[in-house]
T-cell receptor, first 110, second 114 residues
Framework: EADIYQTPRYLVIGTGKKITLECSQT?????MYWYQQDPGMELHLIHY???????EKGDLSSESTVSRIRTEHFPLTLESARPSHTSQYLC?????????FGPGTRLTVT | KNQVEQSPQSLIILEGKNCTLQ??????????LRWYKQDTGRGPVSLTI?????NTKSNGRYTATLDADTKQSSLHITASQLSDSASYIC?????????????FGRGTQLTVWP
């Protein structure tokens, strides 16, 4: 199993709250990603990073923001959560062709 | 439009039986095709990765095939076990960018019954 971690695993939060989803990896990978996945649907890339101080938006428009201050850490922040943000968020890192996924954070916004 | 289509959407088989999952893609240019296993509430775990020149790759009871000419892939599971119950996701990467853009299928939900 890959050394990539996400916290919290489950989060229920009220509308308007600010939240940060944590992602860290111990493999020293430069490339990291955030995906959003709804039940029965494909993963959608929302953010990615080539390395420290490098972040880009992915294919799916997202109101979240990310930062990459350290190689091993790639947190995702929602400034004001809304019910439409309810989803599973998966963090991943990659080296060459292989992409390693974290266990995911299941976010519910009420 | 680059797409990855998987079939069937869901499948139920009895423990010990074999099954085959299908993946058709229109992604171009093509770099590699991956099969992932995703347990409920977990992140996907890689099973196989095949590049253009490979047409078969095995990982234990999992065997993936690739026909780059017809843009089709299959994942064959032999002697299924209860732990094989999961979603199996086909992912195709293009070579058009440094990132190696990934196109995800919606997955086949496999349920193995005792």
């Amino acid at each position: 199993e890959a050394d990539i971690y996400q916290t919290p695993r489950y989060l229920v939060i009220g509308t308007g709250k600010k939240i940060t989803l944590e992602c860290s990896q111990t493999m020293g990978h430069d490339k990291m990603y955030w995906y959003q996945q709804d039940p029965g649907m494909e993963l959608h890339l929302i953010h990615y990073s080539y390395g420290v101080n490098s972040t880009e938006k992915g294919d799916l428009s997202s109101e979240s923001t990310v930062s990459r201050i350290r190689t091993e850490h790639f947190p995702l922040t929602l400034e004001s959560a809304r019910p439409s943000h309810t989803s599973q968020y998966l963090c991943a890192s990659s080296e060459d062709y292989e992409q390693y996924f974290g266990p995911g954070t299941r976010l519910t916004v009420t | 439009k680059n797409q990855v289509e998987q079939s069937p959407q869901s499948l139920i088989i009895l423990e010990g039986k074999n099954c085959t999952l299908q993946c058709n893609y229109t992604v171009s240019p093509f770099s590699n095709l991956r099969w992932y296993k995703q347990d409920t509430g977990r992140g996907p775990v890689s099973l196989t990765i095949m590049t253009f020149s490979e047409n078969t790759k095995s990982n234990g009871r999992y065997t993936a095939t690739l026909d780059a000419d017809t843009k089709q892939s299959s994942l064959h599971i032999t002697a299924s076990q209860l732990s094989d119950s999961a979603s199996y996701i086909c992912v195709v990467s293009d070579r058009g960018s440094t990132l190696g853009r990934l196109y995800f299928g919606r997955g086949t939900q496999l349920t193995v019954w005792p």
